[in-house]
Nanobody
Framework: QVQLVESGGGSVQAGGSLRLSCAVS????????LGWFRQGPGQEREGVAV????????YYADSVKGRFTISQDNANNMVYLQMNSLKPEDTAMYYC????????????????????????WGQGTQVTVSS
């Protein structure tokens, strides 16, 4: 059974940093795509970053490129989202997700991940960025 547990959210001022962690159930980290999604107030859930089963970073949303980094620690079954230069618009509930149906690329261009591509979700961790 796939289980995902996020931690690391909190409140920070604009320009600050946070690192989100996701504890992943055993055997999941090498067999599923792993991603971070977020949902801000009154907004739809959007994909932020995706990492492949081999550890390659496939996708970043344009809004976070150059500021966020997704990574995984296979030995400890952890996935991380390092968030730097945070902005108020990054305020959202952040979710860790696992799935096997994400396409990854189309015509060599990373495809934005959809919720339907990921069948397993954590409970979420809140990130609040104040100006």
């Amino acid at each position: 059974q796939v289980q995902l547990v996020e931690s690391g959210g909190g409140s920070v001022q604009a320009g600050g940093s946070l690192r989100l962690s996701c504890a992943v159930s055993r055997y999941t980290i090498n067999t599923y795509y792993l991603g971070w999604f977020r949902q801000g107030p009154g907004q739809e859930r959007e994909g932020v970053a995706v990492i492949s089963t081999a550890g390659g970073r496939i996708y970043y949303a344009d809004s976070v490129k150059g500021r966020f980094t997704i990574s995984q620690d296979n030995a400890n079954n952890m996935v991380y989202l390092q968030m730097n230069s945070l902005k108020p618009e990054d305020t959202a509930m952040y979710y860790c997700a696992a799935g096997r149906h994400y396409r990854g690329y189309m015509n060599y261009v990373p495809v934005p991940p959809g919720e339907a591509d990921f069948g397993y979700w954590g409970q979420g961790t809140q990130v609040t960025v104040s100006s």
